[in-house]
Nanobody
Framework: QVTLVESGGGLVQAGGSLRLSCGYSGDISCTSSMGWYRQAAGKERELVAGITNGGNTYVADSVKGRFTMSRDNEKNTVFLQMNSLKPEDTAVYYC?????????????WGQGPQVTVSS
C-alpha cells in the first residue's frame, strides 16, 4: 500500500507559476515510476507528466516547455513545477503511483489539489 499526500494547489493568474508536491509513503517499491494527472471539469483524466526512479521524464505535448516533473528520492517526494500557466490548465491535479502487475502494486492516487488559472 502507498499513501500519496499532495500540496501546492491554488489560484493563480495566467502567466504565473505554481509548484505541486507529492509525498509518498508505504511500500516504496511501488513508487519506481510516478506521474501527475489532471482532470478538468467535464473532461477525462489525462497524464501530464511522468518520472522514473532514475529521473527519466515524460511531459505531455500540451504542457511541454512549461511544466517540469522532478523527484527527491531521499525525501520520497515528487514535484510538478508549472510555469506560464494558462486558463486551460485549470483542473484537479492528481499524483499517482501507477500499477505494476509484476509487483502487485497500485494504482494509487493522491487527493487531488485544485489548480485554478484566471485570465
Amino acid at each position: 500500500q502507498v499513501t500519496l499526500v499532495e500540496s501546492g494547489g491554488g489560484l493563480v493568474q495566467a502567466g504565473g507559476s505554481l509548484r505541486l508536491s507529492c509525498g509518498y509513503s508505504g511500500d516504496i517499491s511501488c513508487t519506481s515510476s510516478m506521474g501527475w494527472y489532471r482532470q478538468a471539469a467535464g473532461k477525462e483524466r489525462e497524464l501530464v507528466a511522468g518520472i522514473t526512479n532514475g529521473g527519466n521524464t515524460y511531459v505531455a505535448d500540451s504542457v511541454k516547455g512549461r511544466f517540469t516533473m522532478s523527484r527527491d528520492n531521499e525525501k520520497n517526494t515528487v514535484f510538478l513545477q508549472m510555469n506560464s500557466l494558462k486558463p486551460e490548465d485549470t483542473a484537479v491535479y492528481y499524483c499517482s503511483a501507477p500499477s505494476d502487475r509484476s509487483l502487485g502494486c497500485g494504482p494509487y492516487w493522491g487527493q487531488g489539489p485544485q489548480v485554478t488559472v484566471s485570465s
